[in-house]
């Protein structure tokens, strides 16, 4: 997440692991020889903000061990208000930038992450929120081996989500992980009203249950829960509405919601967004616009000024650019393994309806969430999922009537072309 992070930790910090195991150990004190059986000095995995090393605790439990860069949180400062500064001289120098909100949102997200303290509580806040879900993991976190800049978490094995070579040698099937790694997103968005803020592929392994077989036979490990945003219960139950709106083509609830999301003018270009569609679309549920819809969303955009996308960008809700960005990042997996286009959209359907009947946000099961609640998001799904595919039927129905009528009309017409030049040949001859 934090692009501007990774360029001072490279600039500022070309330390020895010797001297980064010394910071570990003068954050744990004697903890490390009581508790730890080895430490592996040398780092498993690197990145802007701490190293990760592999350790094992007397006990034999493998370990990974986050510990933070020294000097991070001091430097951080003097960047932010760097940042800051250069932000309102782009201001001052073009009118039309106006992104000097996100300075603050950057701070924001990056204390947040530099607090490891903060990172387990989201680690196990999301851990009970998937507790009902099969083919979830979270590495459980040991508090008493934690502070503000060391982390110790249970080790995960596994591959990267998005290694498909290794997928298939493991006998998992790429789509299968694309169908599920969506899903659980999409319950993060719609019903947990918590979302993980940064799934990239370096946060994501896929782990082999040797225990299981079929198509389900793996996990998915979520790493690293440094940054999570909130959702206003007020923005999910309306982000929920858009997507039921989204299938139902209902044009006047889109506009709504979306307005309600803080898209205000700019509202209809959100189903583009989202589906690949336009609002007015008369496309198939998953497919793209058609040529001539492309053409006038073309126009339509070319009018756009940099002040018009820094407007709309300004008035966007800030729970909306975190969606957005999980939303981006894991549909851009979910394409590499495979996916289709309206299997990923369905998902988010199906959690949509889903967040609509919960008594309240969390987890949605039949436990959590009541036998009323339950069975009432379910019926609602078979009656959406009916109507859309009457729709799609319809549709269908609709484009083999045109295919046919083209053809007899090509038909008739070359009939008709024969028949007056008959005559004519005749009379040449």
């Known amino acids: 997440m934090c692009y501007l992070v990774i360029r001072y930790v490279q600039a500022y910090f070309q330390i020895s692991l010797s001297v980064l195991f010394l910071e570990f150990k003068t954050r744990m004190g004697l903890v490390v020889d009581v508790r730890f059986a080895s430490f592996n000095e040398q780092p498993i995995a690197a990145a802007s903000l701490a ?16 510990v933070q860069y020294p000097g991070l949180q001091e430097q ?27 300075v603050p949102e950057f701070e924001k997200g990056s204390l947040k992450e530099l607090d490891f303290i903060q990172e387990a509580d989201n680690a196990e806040r999301s851990a009970k929120s998937f507790a009902h879900k099969h083919g979830v993991r979270i590495p459980r976190i040991f508090r008493e081996l934690s502070t503000r800049r060391v982390l110790t978490m249970q080790f995960m094995e596994g591959c990267k989500v998005d290694d498909i070579s290794s997928l298939e040698k493991a006998g998992v099937d790429p789509k299968e992980v694309a169908a599920s790694l969506v ?30 077989s079929g198509k389900h036979n793996f996990d998915i490990v979520i790493l690293d829960h440094g940054l999570y945003r909130d959702l206003d219960e007020k923005f999910r139950e309306n982000f929920c509405r858009f997507w039921r709106a989204l299938v139902l083509l209902d044009e006047d609830e889109i506009l709504e919601t979306g307005r309600n999301l803080g898209a205000g003018q700019y509202a209809r270009y959100l189903p583009v967004i989202f589906t690949g569609r336009g609002i007015s679309s008369k496309a198939s549920f998953g497919q793209g616009m058609t040529p001539e819809e492309q053409k006038v969303m073309r126009e339509e955009v070319r009018r756009f000024t940099m002040g018009d996308v820094s407007e709309w960008l300004q008035g966007l809700d800030r729970e909306f650019l ?3 960005r999980t939303d981006g990042l894991v549909r851009s997996i979910a394409n590499r393994l495979g996916a289709s286009r309206k299997e990923r959209l369905m998902a988010y359907v199906k959690n949509a309806v889903l967040g609509l009947s919960l008594q309240h946000p969390g987890e949605p099961s039949l436990y959590e969430q009541g036998l009323i609640a339950y069975t009432r998001a379910k019926l609602d799904y078979v009656h959406l999922r009916f109507r859309l595919e009457v729709y799609e039927l319809l549709f269908a129905a609709y484009k083999w ?18 028949r007056t030049k008959t005559p004519i040949s005749m009379i040449a001859s």
Request: include cysteine.
């Open 322 to 324: 975190t969606v957005l």
């Open 51 to 66: 190293q990760v090393h592999r350790a094992v605790l007397k006990d034999g439990q493998e370990v990974a061990v986050k």
């Open 76 to 102: 951080f400062s003097t960047d932010i208000a760097t940042m800051a500064v250069l932000s309102k001289a782009l201001a001052w120098l073009f009118p039309d930038y106006q992104f000097e909100w996100l």
């Open 183 to 212: 899903d659980i997103f999409a319950e993060m968005i719609f019903c947990h009203g918590f979302v993980h803020g940064d799934p990239h592929p370096g946060n994501l392994l896929v782990y082999r249950d040797p225990s299981r």
């Open 401 to 418: 009537y045109g295919a046919l009528y083209r053809q007899l009309a090509q038909l008739y017409d070359k009939l008709s072309l024969g």
